[in-house]
């Protein structure tokens, strides 16, 4: 018999209902009438993935957790560059000022009174030893000169009948002719006739050397840097050596002097005999080698320096008198000092301080500084050469705080 449906539309075998999709899974029940086994795989499969996203999940958001607070540890430690002091210090070379002087700077004066007969020389040219420079004409003296040679005769006559008496009372002493006062008075008179005549000589040599000096002549080889006479002005000898009674102004200028105020912390670098070298805006591109021959030994209260005289050489005249010129003067390294970049130093209201890395801790280490070289101090004391000193430290780094240190620098 044909089983059939309400609605009068018969089931055939083998098809599913009108109601039912092929795409619906057939639910397959065992001989009990239970769900099977296959289901429950595909329901525990979808749990245990499932559960393994979740247990994923937790595991990577407390990794994060772990690499955050990590990171941030790690973050919170200050890292720093660190430099080893150099041994030994470099040489130090400082500039001062010194003023040019001519080796020899005389100021020329008369030395008899008269008028300028002529003068020979001016200014800015060269003479020797011995040059005439003027000639002065001296009436008075020319007269004085007569005098006197005419005083030394009469002291050569006198001293002649004096002592032609002088003999004479002698021989009538031996007479007994005449009493020994006489005789004493005689010969007294013959010696003070002597003593007149070598003052006569001595006056006469006096106004003839003065004689000598109607012709200024150069007493050193140099050139005459200033004339103040002309043809005819009047001269006045005296010792008063004012400026309006200079002849003429003569200066050696084969050697110069200058003279350099040291300041008193460099004063124990100046050794009379070492070279020096000297420059000058005058003369750009150029150096000239001098040496130091003298020092006055002694700090000057008022400037506290050491006046140092530095002689240089200056045949061909490059260099002048007066001119402005610069001493360069070497300050030798100390063996025993360091020297590190001036951009570790850390101003403190203890003092002066340097951080150091030691087992990963900072320590501000007082030190004290010597020379300055600009982007390198030295430093006396404090450091070693094995110290890691830390590169530009921070203004608050501290004493004690955690850093780590900068692979590649220092390392």
Do not use: C
Request: aromatic share 4%; charged share 20%; no cysteine.
């Amino acid at each position: 018999m044909k089983d059939t449906r309400e609605g009068g539309i018969p089931a055939e075998e083998g098809k599913p209902a009108a109601h039912q999709t092929q795409t619906d899974p057939p639910i397959v029940l065992d001989s009990n009438g239970k769900i099977g086994r296959g289901p429950i795989l595909v329901v525990a499969a979808v749990l245990l993935v499932i559960g393994v996203f979740i247990i994923t999940g937790i595991r990577t958001r407390v990794h994060a957790e772990e690499t955050l607070t990590k990171n941030t540890a790690q973050n919170a430690v200050m890292t720093v560059a660190i430099t080893n002091p150099s041994q030994g210090a470099n040489a130090l070379e400082i500039t001062l000022p010194a003023n040019t002087q001519a080796y020899i700077d005389t100021p020329i004066y008369a030395r008899t009174s008269g008028y300028i007969k002529r003068w020979y020389t001016d200014i800015g040219k060269h003479v020797h030893r011995g040059d005439v420079l003027a000639e002065i004409q001296t009436p008075e003296l020319d007269q004085q000169v007569q005098q006197a040679q005419s005083d030394l005769a009469t002291a050569k006559a006198n001293l002649q009948i004096a002592q032609i008496t002088a003999e004479r009372w002698k021989k009538l002493l031996a007479k007994n002719a005449v009493s020994h006062q006489e005789a004493d008075q005689a010969t007294s008179d013959y010696s003070a006739r002597q003593s007149a005549l070598s003052s006569a000589e001595a006056n006469l040599r006096r106004l003839e050397q003065l004689q000598g000096f109607e012709k200024v002549t150069a007493p050193f080889d140099g050139v005459i840097t200033a004339r103040n006479i002309d043809i005819g002005s009047l001269i006045q000898a005296g010792d008063n050596n004012s400026p309006k009674s200079e002849l003429f102004h003569i200066s050696s200028t084969d050697k110069l002097r200058l003279f350099v105020p040291v300041p008193e912390v460099y004063a124990n670098s100046v050794h009379t005999g070492d070279r020096i070298v000297v420059t000058s805006d005058a003369a750009p591109n150029q150096k000239f080698i001098g040496s130091i021959v003298r020092n006055s030994n002694a700090i000057d209260i008022s400037s506290r320096t050491l006046n140092v005289e530095v002689d240089v050489p200056n045949q061909d005249h490059r260099l002048l008198p007066g001119q402005y010129a610069f001493v360069h003067l070497p300050i030798p390294p100390s063996a025993s000092s360091l020297t590190v970049p001036a951009n570790v130093l850390l101003f403190r209201a203890e003092g002066l301080r340097v951080g150091v890395v030691h087992d990963g801790r900072v320590q501000l280490v007082p030190v004290q500084i010597g020379h300055d070289y600009g982007d390198k101090v030295e430093v006396i004391s404090g450091l070693t050469p094995q110290d890691k000193v830390i590169l530009n430290p921070s203004d608050s780094l501290a004493e004690g705080e955690r850093v780590r240190i900068e692979k590649g620098d220092g390392e």
